[in-house]
């Protein structure tokens, strides 16, 4: 019996020596590795701040005071418990480069159901490469439980760029006896570098219209003026003069008042532009200086929808029996300002 008790105290040390040989020591029981890890970046580009989402699926149940860390290599900065959103019953910290969720007293962090870490604010290595994070676990006095290597890659961004060319159209278009524009019947035709309005009778309004259609790519829209190189005049200078130049109001037939050439006779324009709110049957004069603005909108427009790619102008003229004899004309300019 001493014999073989003797052989097997033999047979162990055999074993133990060997091991010593060997490993220089007895080793160590590794740590097992969670059952899944993952690691989100919502920026992946070169200094970017960015949140990381980590999502793990513990191997073993973590207890009270014992807690999971992560931990960023160098060259990820601004790494700090403030801005740490832990998994429920668990409470942030850590220090330098580490982040911890230590699992509050009476509490658990089950194994059964995956355990997201939200760390935000943290600034990206300004190098590109791929970087290896830690995401382990710990007892209450710091043994390593399980753990976890992820990786991610820091890339620049890809810059993609186009380009659009701008584009304008602008057409003055004619205009049909007995079309409305702004609540009003037009009294004759027009074409589109012409507006005759013939022999006046008086106190008659005339009123003659012109359509404007705009295409546009700009994305702030466009504006249309109209300026009026001078009254209407005749070659004896006599002019028949501009209605109300401040602000559009309703038409008011000229009431003559003999020596004043003022009141002799009124020419004023109307738009169809809902935009600018002028109000039906209402007119402005053109002062000879300053550009009036009858159209606009602001975004593109395709040159056909009523009241953003196209609307209609119109132009009245009412004489008294006092305004003087003679052929008169002006001139029209209209102009369309896109804003790219």
């Known amino acids: 019996m001493l014999k073989t008790k003797q ?59 014992e807690y999971v860390q992560v931990t960023f290599p160098a060259g990820f900065t601004g790494v700090s418990s403030l801005n740490v959103d832990c998994p429920t019953n668990s409470t942030a910290g850590g220090s330098g480069q580490s982040i911890t969720c230590t699992v509050d007293a009476g509490e658990s962090m089950p194994a059964t159901s995956t355990q997201t870490i939200t760390i935000s604010d943290i600034t990206n290595p300004g190098t590109a490469g791929d970087y290896t994070i830690t995401v382990n676990s710990y007892t209450s006095g710091s043994s390593l439980i399980d753990q976890a290597e992820v990786k991610v890659y820091i890339i620049d961004d890809v810059l993609v760029t186009a380009r659009v060319a701008a584009s304008l159209s602008f057409a003055v278009q004619g205009v049909a006896t007995t079309t409305t524009v702004n609540g009003d019947a037009t009294t004759g035709s027009t074409s589109p570098t012409r507006i005759d309005f013939g022999t006046l009778d008086t106190l008659s309004q005339y009123i003659m219209g012109q359509g404007l259609a705009v295409s546009t790519n700009a994305s702030g829209g466009f504006s249309v003026t109209v300026q009026q190189d001078q009254n209407m005049t005749s070659a004896g200078s006599a002019d028949i003069d501009a209605f109300n130049t401040a602000t559009a109001t309703d038409w008011v037939s000229p009431t003559a008042v003999l020596g004043d050439e003022n009141t002799y006779g009124y020419m004023g324009v109307a738009t169809d532009d809902g935009d600018l709110l ?60 896109p804003t790219f």
């Open 278 to 337: 002028w109000g039906e049957g209402r007119y402005q004069g053109l002062d000879g200086t300053t550009p009036l603005e009858i159209f606009s909108h602001t975004g593109p427009a395709d040159g056909s929808v009523q009241g953003i790619g196209t609307t209609t102008v119109a132009y009245s003229i009412e004489i008294t029996d006092l305004q003087e004899a003679g052929d008169y004309q002006n001139t029209l300019t209209y102009v369309c300002t």
């Open 7 to 65: 052989k097997r105290f033999a047979i162990v040390a055999v074993l133990l020596f060997s091991m010593i040989t060997m490993y220089g020591g007895i080793p160590a029981v590794n740590a097992g590795s969670h059952d899944s890890t993952k690691l989100t970046l919502s920026d992946s580009d070169l200094g970017a701040v960015a949140t990381s989402t980590i999502e793990v699926d513990l191997a073993t149940m973590l207890t009270a005071s």
